[in-house]
């Protein structure tokens, strides 16, 4: 399997955000990176970098006003005198169809929604490579590649078309997934994190031509909290094409699994001819969010199963954080393709 990944995503570096009121460092750091890709390295496949396609197949998923925004935050608010190291909110609007300020500060608010997406002076660079990764993931599937991984980090499945959220800044799924839409291909989208994929949820939520699939902790006592719900069907044209399974904390394999097949199912009787796997590790049973219980074994039967589709797949890295075992429950899924 070939793997597509860019060193340029090792440059962004949070270095703290809040959980509960509480100051904690980051757990999105470079050093995911090493775990991941030694994986990769066991296996024995091709690694390879993305070329530069521009910002235009970015642009499909995410306006101008907001890449606008990722590109010059970190030189605006480092203007502000006394102004924190990173770009962390400290206000928001009470929605997102308020009024659009001019100040720096009121920007970060609008456009993160929360303190866990810090932008330095490194964060655009590297999310726009983790989102370039994507993109030539899709590519090599449109040219005939049966499985692609693309380790895209920062993740992406957090951020909607104009909101930085949980680690997130580009969403590189929901990019990934309209660029195969648009060569003509019935994409799926199936994230298997342990957090809801809130932000791929909205940027289709009101479209029917892409189908997302959502198995996760459920949201009414975990973030993000407000999003994720078995009700969310879709609105619109996209009535019926979000399907949100939620476990209870601590589920493990077996409830993982049947969570899965239901998810396998409804891309099935959708009639999907195209995968995008969000992957997240972190349902892991000793991920440093603890929220789920799958074992390493279980990440085995989770790519046996979804390789058993039969579909062409892109998978696109989303959480899954430092822990010994992080390499090598990317490597069980990876093997069951």
């Not at 009121?21 to 999105?28: D, K, L, N, T």
């Not at 502000?80 to 997102?96: D, F, L, Q, W």
């Not at 456009?111 to 983790?130: E, G, L, N």
Request: hydrophobic fraction near 40%; proline fraction near 6%.
């Amino acid at each position: 399997m070939i793997t597509v990944f860019d060193e340029a995503q090792r440059a962004h570096d949070p270095q703290f955000f809040l959980s509960s009121g509480a100051q904690f460092p980051c757990p999105e750091k470079p050093a995911r990176v090493d775990a991941l890709l030694g994986a990769v390295r066991r296996l024995g496949g091709p690694v390879v970098q993305a070329p530069d396609t521009g910002v235009e197949p970015i642009r499909r998923i995410h306006p101008d006003r907001y890449l606008t925004f990722l590109q010059t935050i970190y030189t605006r608010w480092s203007r502000i005198p006394g102004a924190s190291a990173e770009v962390i909110p400290n206000i928001h609007p009470a929605n997102r169809t308020d009024g659009y300020p001019l100040s720096a500060v009121g920007q970060a608010g609008f456009h993160q929604t929360d303190t866990s997406c810090p932008i330095s002076a490194q964060t655009w660079a590297a999310a726009y490579a983790s989102a370039q990764t994507a993109i030539h993931g899709a590519d090599l599937v449109l040219g005939g590649e049966r499985a692609v991984y693309a380790l895209s980090r920062p993740p992406g499945h957090h951020a909607f078309a104009e909101l930085a959220g949980g680690f997130c800044y580009l969403n590189n799924s929901a990019i990934a997934a309209q660029r195969l839409t648009d060569a003509g291909r019935r994409v799926a989208i199936l994230d298997v994190d342990l957090h809801h994929g809130n932000g791929t949820q909205g940027i289709f939520y009101d479209r029917g031509d892409v189908l997302t699939v959502s198995v996760h902790a459920h949201p009414e006592r975990y973030y993000p909290f407000f999003w994720g719900y078995p009700e969310e069907r879709g609105a619109g044209e996209g009535e019926g094409a979000n399907l949100n399974l939620c476990l209870e904390r601590g589920t493990g394999d077996e409830g993982f699994m049947a969570a899965l097949a239901k998810g396998m199912q409804a891309v099935a009787d959708w009639g999907a001819d195209t995968l995008v796997l969000a992957l997240g590790l972190d349902a892991f049973e000793g991920d440093p969010f603890a929220g789920l219980a799958v074992t390493t074994a279980g990440f085995g039967r989770i790519g046996r199963a979804v390789a058993g589709m039969g579909l062409p797949t892109l998978i696109v890295q989303e959480g899954g954080y430092l822990c010994p075992e992080l390499g090598d429950n990317l490597e069980a899924v990876l093997r069951g393709f």
